[in-house]
């Protein structure tokens, strides 16, 4: 097992906070662009972006 400091991160394109690498990703890493599905949908969160 790897530590979390180890993992793959990425910055959101949304919000643009890092994310790290989750394994439900493994066959589509290079695809993923968001952190969250709230972020995939592009609602105006609390920060209001």
Partial sequence: MRKKSELAVKTCV????PFAWRKK???????VRYCS?????????????
């Fill in 14 to 17: 949304r919000c643009g906070l």
């Fill in 25 to 31: 990703w493994a066959r589509c890493w290079d695809e």
């Fill in 37 to 49: 599905e709230r972020c995939q949908r592009g609602r105006v969160g609390a920060r209001g972006l």
